[in-house]
């Protein structure tokens, strides 16, 4: 048996860098996401095909052959060779564009769902696609898209956890390292907590937003 | 006088069907044109093509003088930009069968809405013409109610307020009062007549007869995409000339 209380200051530093990714890959794949959803609406061809593409790339293809693709194979494509593309800079990238393929499904799916009277109504008083976009549709998407959005959030937080094999010292890559020193498996317990804090204070924020967005219902 | 809307041998097509033959039509400024007829018999696509929810197959669409549709067999013979389009229909108020309400926004805000995004104008402004026009339905005291909390009437009279806002010429109403329980329909017909009585002039896709009879300065009868008879309400509800029209006004009246 070994002291826990040790341990507390790595764990917690792995913590930080764990959530740091997820908040980067949630807010630059809802950006994205909101743009490849809006492309898989639009009437041009190109634009729509493109954003297919997109989805269909990062969809069919696993996560964690994603992250070896940007941390090893993506810095070759410059010449010379990209040199100090970090862990952190590929696991960026990788997360970000790998959900917003997803966040764009649950975003296009919301946004689809809204009734076409509501678009009807809008046109007919005089506002243009985009105004009626920003200002009618999108926002009644927000309720419906919040349980999907709170879903994909909470799985990305725990594949973050996927990093640890591109030596980024997350919360798993910690606890694994603390486990081979010490010659004690028990250290994932605590990291199991932790990660069980995170994913509670996650669901309750988003059952907090469900219900804020819930008023004009 | 110019006529405030102009329809010239229009034809639409839904694929294969044929929804729309050969319209012809004239609204002049004040008229209240009530368009009757059995469903399915292209009333609501009249309507619809006039701004721009759906587009004629051919034909020509004057407003006010001036052309916003010409088209040969689904091909445009003018280009329209959807700054023009939206121009237009900011002149031609809509009213829905189902409202259509913002369902996010209170009544007011609904009302707000499109003057602050499309006409540029300042909040202050907006609310102020918002409210004048939550009274006139008579709704002032609900101005803070998302419609969810409205009765079928009052979202309806919302709409109307919400399509007054813009200050359109002329209001197309499409079946207004079809989705209302009956002790609703008359606080909505109510506030269509007060505009018809302030010189609004309107196209209204009806099955209320009581309404044409009484507000209608026009009524044509429509059936199978097909204008068959048109005239003074009077005319038309007591001596109909059209056996189709005879035999609509049997079942309906």
Redesign the interface.
Known sequence: MFDLIQFIPRLLKGTVITVELTLVAIVFGLLLGLLIALGRLSENAVINKFCWIYIWFFRGTPLLMQLFFFYYAFPLFFNPPLKGLTATVAAFIAFSLNSAAYLAEIIRAAIQSI?K??M??A???????G?AMR??IV??SYRRLIPPIGNEFIMLLKDTSLVSVIAMTDLMRVTHEIESQQASALIYLPAAVIYLILTTVFTVVFEKLEKKYS??? | MMPMVQVENVYKSFGALLVLKNINLEVMKGDVVCIIGPSGSGKSTLLRCLNHLERITSGRVFIEGEIIDEREAGKDQLKISQKKTSEICTELGMVFQRFNLFPHMTALQNVMEAPMTVRKLKKLEAQEIALGLLKKVGLEDKKDEFPSRLSGGQQQRVAIARALAMQPKIMLFDEPTSALDPELVGEVLEVMKDLAREGMTMLVVTHEMGFAKEVGSRVIFMDNGEIKEEGKPEDIFSNPRNERTRAFLQKVL
């Open positions: 009734d009277g509501q009807e109504a046109k007919a008083l005089g506002m243009n696609y105004q200002k009618i926002p009644q008023i004009y219902e």
